[in-house]
């Protein structure tokens, strides 16, 4: 009996490989906009963070999501994702469960 292959990511922050649905998404469009994507299902650049605040600072206080998706992420739009992904990571039910 074999189990499906799962999709393994590792955090950005922490560095923990996980399947990515236990992970957030964070992309960057072909446009050039990075935003939280909890569908993670928006063509682009993908980076992956655990639900956990603590992943997310790391992620962006040594600029490793700057390197993961090969951008410029400005201190305006860490504002932003740091709000998006504080909403995904506290209303999302794949993350509010189980933890
Ligand atoms: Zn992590």
Avoid: N
């Avoid at 709000?83 to 990571?89: I, P, R, S």
């Amino acid at each position: 009996m074999k189990q499906p292959k799962p999709h393994l990511r590792t955090c950005l922050g922490c560095g923990r490989e996980a399947d990515k649905r236990e992970l957030v998404r964070i992309v960057r469009s072909p446009e050039g906009d990075v935003f939280v994507d909890p569908s993670s299902k928006r063509s682009g650049r993908g980076a992956y963070v655990c639900a956990d605040e603590a992943c997310f600072e790391a992620a962006v206080r040594k600029d490793r999501l700057g390197r993961a998706l090969k951008t410029t992420v400005k201190e305006d739009d860490i504002e932003r994702l740091r709000h998006e992904f504080e909403q995904v990571a506290t209303s999302d039910a794949r993350f509010r469960s189980g933890r």
